[in-house]
T-cell receptor
Framework: ELKVEQNPLFLSMQEGKNYTIYCNYS?????LYWYRQDPGKSLESLFV???NGAVKQEGRLMASLDTKARLSTLHITAAVHDLSATYFC????????????WGAGTKLIIKP | NAGVMQNPRHLVRRRGQEARLRCSPM?????VYWYRQLPEEGLKFMVY????????ESGMPKERFSAEFPKEGPSILRIQQVVRGDSAAYFC????????????????FGQGTRLTVV
């Protein structure tokens, strides 16, 4: 059974600090997604990582994928309050064209 | 181009009633996916539909749950005789293609319907 585990599940940090969210998955997959969800809102796509070694950056967020280690990271640089949200990673099921398996989410609170 | 529209945003039903959740995909999108999110958990796939066809309903409970995506109108997720355990957020997503048909295909999500069964 494919499992996707995120850690930490909850993170409270001060503005200006750096931190990393980890996403481990249990079987082979070559496509990983990061989404952001604000309370009561929809899920917003942040990154689609398509291959081993892929690295993408948008503002203070940087995501990377290591398919050999089955690990993706979402790194936050010099956090600001606006980045407070829940972050989800999701992985393609290898034998499916459309099913994603989701992590439980990391709730990030950034204090001013 | 409006995003994926779901309604209602919040729905309260008594045990035994029926719940109908609606999803209008983005314009030009013919693939619709329904997910359920329990508190403090990630999304769980329920069903994948294309216009007038259910492609995969392997994530949907065999009883009481059904989904449709008619030629005209929104996709409907229907839950009959709701029970407390059905309380969750239900998200709909749409895409123009199946995820893997294009390298950057992604799904766009609606704001969800939060169902509370009392």
């Amino acid at each position: 059974e494919l499992k996707v585990e995120q850690n930490p599940l909850f993170l409270s940090m001060q503005e200006g600090k750096n931190y990393t969210i980890y996403c481990n998955y249990s079987t082979t997959s070559d496509r990983l997604y990061w989404y952001r969800q604000d309370p009561g809102k929809s899920l917003e796509s942040l990154f689609v990582l398509l291959s081993n070694g892929a690295v993408k950056q948008e503002g203070r967020l940087m995501a990377s994928l290591d398919t050999k280690a089955r690990l993706s990271t979402l790194h936050i640089t010099a956090a600001v309050h606006d980045l407070s949200a829940t972050y989800f990673c999701a992985v393609d099921m290898e034998d499916s064209n459309y099913q994603l398996i989701w992590g439980a989410g990391t709730k990030l609170i950034i204090k001013p | 181009n409006a995003g994926v529209m779901q309604n209602p945003r919040h729905l309260v039903r008594r045990r035994g009633q029926e719940a109908r959740l609606r999803c209008s995909p983005m314009k030009g999108h013919s693939h619709v996916y329904w997910y359920r999110q329990l508190p403090e958990e990630g999304l769980k796939f329920m069903v994948y539909l294309q216009k007038e066809n259910i492609i995969d309903e392997s994530g949907m409970p065999k009883e009481r749950f059904s989904a449709e995506f008619p030629k005209e109108g929104p996709s409907i997720l229907r839950i009959q005789q709701v029970v407390r355990g059905d309380s969750a957020a239900y998200f709909c997503a749409s895409s123009p293609l199946i995820y893997r048909q294009a390298t950057n295909t992604e799904a766009f999500f609606g704001q969800g319907t939060r169902l509370t069964v009392v």
